[in-house]
């Protein structure tokens, strides 16, 4: 089993910034994908970004140049750099990184995190 846990959202006002991180723990053998998703109430969950282990970046297109997703393989971690944030911004935000647990596991398994509230006010 991996447990992914989120950690940085919070309220901040329109045009602010924050980060979000997401640390995977457990059986781990390697990490492949990597992703932050966010769903709002009432509607399907969306992809924010998508960071592949070779770097290969894809965003969303309501980001437009706003936010940076990177990845640190040392530390089993992915992170979201949100800037310029507006208030329909305002989601949960979902960590989502495929894992696999033992040699040969290909794909791997996708593990999604709790979420993390990320409030833009006006």
């Known amino acids: 089993q991996v447990q992914l846990v989120e950690s940085g959202g919070g309220l901040v006002q329109a045009e602010g910034s924050l980060r979000l991180s997401c640390g995977a723990s457990g059986s781990i053998f390697s990490i492949n994908d990597m992703a932050w998703y966010r769903q709002v109430a009432g509607k399907q969950r969306e992809l924010v970004a998508h960071i592949t282990t070779s770097g290969d970046m894809t965003y969303g297109d309501f980001v437009k140049g706003r936010f940076i997703i990177y990845r640190d393989d040392a530390k089993n971690d992915v992170h979201l750099q949100m800037n310029s944030l507006r208030p329909e911004d305002t989601a949960v935000y979902f960590c989502?990184?495929?894992?696999?647990?033992?040699?040969?596991?290909?794909?791997?398994?996708?593990?999604w995190g709790k979420g993390t509230l990320v409030t833009v006010s006006s």
């Open positions: 989502n990184v495929e894992v696999s647990e033992y040699p040969g596991d290909i794909p791997g398994t996708k593990y």
